[in-house]
């Protein structure tokens, strides 16, 4: 295998909400079809190492507790992960994690948890006792890739202030109950609140990360030099979903 992705999965057991692990699972196997190498690294509180060395580094959802309990550390590594990102390592965020990279989140308790402050959207817990639920739908441009996005969301936090976010919600909640966008996406960092897990329901998404990933040590490489992969689950499990909430697939 003469390509390899590294990828550093932050805070793998803490930050593991509603299969977040399967996005772990999907991209290793959409790279070993392909006769990519898959180097997986964990990085958990305390331990040491250099997120710029990365590919990819991922981080998942949690709870407020979890939160909470990784953000001294996180805070940490700020100027190592701003490093990565000028490096081209390609962050993926979920539900949390995505909170995380903003100015703070107001857990549920009104604990007011300082973010990374990369960028300039903020958390707060909304209506008490109200989470945004349910499977969600959305409709995203990443660079020249359009696409429909599958998930599902559970989240209390309501993501305000998002600059570029990832997608227009078709069906669903997204950064807010009346929110109407879903996510972030600036060329250099996914962010969403969809679980699910994201990847396995969107393999187009799963290969637009490797792409992105990949690119760090192969600028030239374009999405479409990723040979294709067909697998007939991915799309039936899509389709499930779209049927049951009355919206087509053109992917
Ligand atoms: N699913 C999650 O990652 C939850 C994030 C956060 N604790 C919230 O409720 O908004």
Not at 130 to 136: E, L, Q
Request: contains cysteine.
């Amino acid at each position: 295998m003469e390509q390899v992705l590294k990828v550093c999965w932050m805070y793998h057991d803490i930050m593991d909400l509603y299969g977040d692990k399967g996005n772990i699972m999907t991209l290793k196997k959409r790279c070993l079809d392909r006769h990519i190498g898959f180097d997986l690294h964990t990085c958990g509180i305390g331990q040491k190492d250099d997120l710029s060395n990365y590919d990819l580094i991922f981080l998942g959802g949690g709870a407020d507790k979890e939160q909470i309990s990784l953000i001294p550390d996180l805070l940490q590594r700020k100027e190592n992960i701003q490093k990565a990102m000028d490096e081209h390592t390609f962050i993926l965020l979920i539900c949390g994690g995505y909170q995380l990279f903003g100015q703070y989140y107001i857990a549920a308790d009104g604990k007011k948890i300082a973010g990374l402050g990369f960028y300039p959207y903020y958390t707060d817990t909304g209506k008490m006792g109200s989470r945004c639920i349910g499977n969600i739908v959305i409709d995203a441009q990443l660079d020249e890739m359009h696409t429909k996005i599958i998930g599902f969301e559970n989240h209390g936090g309501q993501t305000l202030g998002v600059t570029k976010p990832l997608g227009k919600v078709l069906s669903g909640c997204g950064n807010a109950f009346d929110a109407g966008f879903e996510g972030f996406y600036d060329g250099k960092v996914l962010g969403t609140y969809l679980h699910g897990p994201l990847l396995p329901k969107n393999p187009d998404v799963a290969d637009f990360v490797i792409y992105k990933a990949l690119k760090k040590r192969n600028p030239d490489l374009q999405l479409k030099d990723l040979s294709p992969l067909t697998n007939p689950y991915d799309q039936a499990a899509r389709e499930v979903l779209l049927t049951r909430m009355h919206i087509e697939d053109d992917n």
